[in-house]
């Protein structure tokens, strides 16, 4: 009898898929005594191939034949390799206005962002480690998550696929006026300044409306009219 296994002698299915690429160790297990290898492709004799293992590198069917002088007929197992492709964008930004330093992201909105793969599934860490490892510590809530500026891994899975995008949220500060500016009487000849208190602030542009819509004015300088 002969089993292709992998390295630890664990029997392989009669078709595998793999991540991507192939490379794959196959090794005829076999209880013969002196065994003879011979390898195949698609059925096709591989030159040379005529040890225990063989390291398969392209997607297609593998075989091996056993012959020995402990048995008269010739055993013979075969697998089938097939690949699969997970691709990913990888990182993608996540923005959102907000008046404070957190806001609340929708993390599966990104999903069709970060992979087209049909059926990919996603669970969200906070960090690389946990996403690497598959931890438990996994973001429960990723449709409400509330987050500051900060990164997010997704681990995507897709078949014998997995793989890692990241996630960049973006938190950009909304200026919020305090005190607006108050309306004051002038007398011709006379001057009044016009204040206003804002926080996240980063500028100031002063406008006017003669009835026409608002303009700009020229930063420093005195405005009549």
């Known amino acids: 009898p002969i089993e292709i296994t992998d390295l630890n002698e664990n029997i392989f299915p009669n078709a595998i898929v793999v991540c991507d690429t192939v490379n794959e160790i196959l090794k005829a297990t076999t209880t013969a005594v002196n065994p003879l290898y011979q390898w195949y492709f698609n059925n096709v004799l591989i030159t040379g191939a005529t040890a225990d293992t063989f390291n398969a590198t392209q997607a297609g069917n593998y075989s091996v034949k056993v012959s020995s002088p402990n048995f008269d007929c010739v055993a013979s197992d075969g697998i089938s390799i097939s690949v699969a492709t997970l691709n990913l964008v990888s990182p993608v930004e996540m923005t959102i206005c907000s008046p404070t330093v957190s806001s609340v992201f929708d993390l599966t909105s990104m999903q069709s962002q970060i992979t087209t793969t049909t059926g990919?599934?996603?669970?969200?860490?906070?960090?690389?480690?946990?996403?690497?490892?598959?931890?438990?510590?996994?973001?429960?809530?990723?449709?409400?998550?509330?987050?500051?500026?900060?990164?997010?891994?997704?681990?995507v899975k897709a078949g014998p696929c997995v793989k890692i995008a990241t996630i960049n949220l973006n938190v950009i500060l909304i200026p919020t006026i305090i005190t607006q500016p108050i309306n004051k009487l002038v007398c011709i000849g006379n001057s009044k300044t016009f204040s206003v208190t804002a926080i996240n602030d980063v500028g100031y542009q002063w406008q006017v409306n003669l009835g026409n819509g608002f303009?700009?004015?020229?930063?420093?300088a005195n405005y009549s009219g």
């Open 120 to 155: 990919a599934t996603f669970m969200f860490y906070n960090t690389l480690v946990d996403a690497q490892s598959e931890s438990s510590n996994f973001i429960t809530t990723p449709s409400t998550y509330n987050s500051a500026s900060s990164i997010i891994y997704a681990l």
């Open 215 to 220: 303009v700009d004015l020229i930063d420093n």
